[in-house]
């Protein structure tokens, strides 16, 4: 086998070699059908390539596995393209070929008595939504992008959202992993045994590993009975600190808290003022608003009675100020739709720095309060805020450009310094400068600076034993040469 | 640095090196205080050690570990000594240091608020439950060596026991761990933040490792609230394919379903036979029993009247024979005293080949009557059946010698055979060989007899990135070379 330097050579060749193992329409060379997966969907980050891969069985999955290692052709896995963080764009040098898994997209089985289905990883998010429901149960995961995410993207980010605070991140949804290892082994973890001690959890290891140790070609995922009832509820409140008093009262009350989200009154405005058709759900101004919601797995439950309970103690002591629970599922998606618009309505009010980190729970409160002072006070004109997933301890953090910023300038210029700032403030509270977006390109460089150096250390041994060639989603999550160039 | 390939004298220097930089009572060479730490507690395995270190603090432990690796002496990590599968027994040539963590035995903290305790390695499992339960919070965790499983042991072998069902095992429950690495860094995941997507999950890959990775110091571990009450119950039935019947309908009725343990008539008899004061719960003969278990996490709930509920329905359509609810928690305690007298009332029915295995949920009832069958016929005059966790799909898979079998020479010629046969049929269920115990160095050359190419390819890609010299519990679980000796 000759491994020559030429990339463009060796792209043909892999296409020569799969030619005759796979069909036709998995190997796709027309621009026009590549152009499209070379950007991410933000269009933050761009790529290029000649060559995708779109294969439709496992076993084609370890023919180009196998080959594009010979041929030293790396691979970029994709599949609904909805990465926050450039994971899924390929290098600007066209050497990679993407590897999409859309089109491996069975739902190979689905059992409501077991609770599980098995999904390939092509399969979107959606689908299986409506799969699950036809027998009565619920994938507990969703997201904005559930119309085009897929299973094997879901898993290889740890995917979050917002029912992570009763049933966890894709990490606690996975019940096993198959996957085609760098060395065209294919791991088969899919039996969803509930206790097996055979060592290292490989299927925890390849949830969130981005790519990079091996191509995730389906999962066994939990599911859980379909919702009988829910109840949500809008809270206006006094402070952060107030808020997880709130919480930490309805986790005591019942286990069935789905969702606890937190909004500063500026963000509220904020999609009132850019987003047509919403309106306030309380009438009176508020510094906070809370928008939580519990569900009912039977219909003997009835969380409207549980919410009213809890928020009756809540203005008897003065924790909460005001409330109004949705009468009708119209009202709660309006409630939803209100928090789901803050991203696109903060970028109408112009260019700002997003950053999605976490911190411990019980230190959530003080860090939005105490990171978004010390925000303004370094960048005067700016305006730095939190809002998300309080139960988390996971907030969207933006600091907004100063009024008049020119956005080229803000973006290459100050966004790097505002996001440095941001993420040492986070490191000080033992928090994470990812929470749920992952690594990718994105952030791959203030990995690097902030470590920890033991994480970096056991990060780097894990990929080279696995990749030590940097074959797959190469440049993403970790590099073997500390400060390799993001594309 | 010299490395003398004489063992003594690395230990000999080993200890020396630390001298300056321990506290005296971490040194310890006194045989009669190790003769104790060479044996497991089932006196199967034994190994030899001239040198134990037991270190009260972190930093103590980096020491060790930093001249443990430039003298090349072998740790062997040992919490409470009550490995099932010899993993905290020293290798026999004397090479290795014993490390035991039992005077690292700080419970950190404990939140009841946030769920959350931080307890160090040497925290002794029933000391945990009682700090939680005085913050009326539970660690949902237990098994029968709770008075010596320290919790580094817990987390390292990722222990299950009777709660699994609901809680699930150590690594549902271990919210991130604190270990010093093979390159004496320390990885501290103690923060526990709920949502952390900086690459692969270094927590999960510690827990189950067996220390073969690193040493577990400390781990953050979830709390749930304390029982408010609970019911347990015995029913007789008539099948496994029956009792998961009931464990789905039970199932589908409450989520506080936290123990279904299925036993045959022959282990009920064994334990009435040899096990002083006990009776059996139901006055007619069955097949099989069921003894579950469900717990109300608040007053408001009624678990008896759930319970009565479900089990009405399944006498009306004779899914369930008969069954008794205990009146009194003594009454709790006289059902699960028989569970958890099998093993030694099977003891004194004769010497036996015992299996910790797992299949699928949904196979296990065609699993314990087929392959007890099969066994039956397989090795004439022995007696083979399971027992356990049936709603983990793990079970108990015992084979009882034939009368007069001559116990040495049973365990020396017969069992290896017997297991043998036993995990085929387990592998070609697409089950694990290890559900709760871990491989240590009993179950290491079965495992790579059966263990699937890509799962060891990536055991030993991991083991070699993590210690390529083996020093870190060398022996157990996994060995750069295949088919390395056992002691």
Redesign the interface.
Known sequence: MTHATDPAAALRRLADRLAPLVAPRTIVTDPDTIAPLLTDWRRRFHGAATLLLAPASVAEVQAIVDIAREERVPLVPQGGNSSMVGGATPPGDGRAAILSLRRLSRLRAL?P??GLAVAEAGVILSDLHAAALAQRRRFPLSLGAKGVATVGGLVS??A?GTQ?LRFG?M??LVAGVEAV?P?G????GL????????????D??L????GT?GVVTAATLRLV?AVAARCAAWVGIASPAAALTLL?RFQ??T?ALESFELLPAESLGAVLTHIPGTRSPLTGDHPWHVLLEVTA??PDDDPAALVERVLAAAFADGVAADATLAASEAQAKAFWRIRESISDAERATGPAAQHDI?????AMPRFMVEAAAACDARFPGTRASGFG?L????VHFHVRAAPCTDPAHWYAEQVPVVSAFVHDLVVAA??????????GQMKRRE?ERLG????L???R??K???DPDELFNPGK??TLAPDAPIQ
Chains 1, 2 share one sequence.
């Open positions: 059992d008595d077991a980010t740890n979050g992570v991140t990490r606690a290892l060395d082994s294919l791991y088969d039996s969803a045994l509930k206790k097996d001690n055979r060592g290292y959890d490989l925890q290891l949830v969130g590993a981005e140790l009975p930490r005591r009350a286990p797995d039977t976490s911190v411990p729970v019980e997933h139960g988390d301890g996971n033992g928090g994470s400068i990812s929470a749920e977006h992952g690594i990995l920890p150096p033991a994480r250390w056991a990060l041994a894990i080279r034993a696995f999550l970790v």
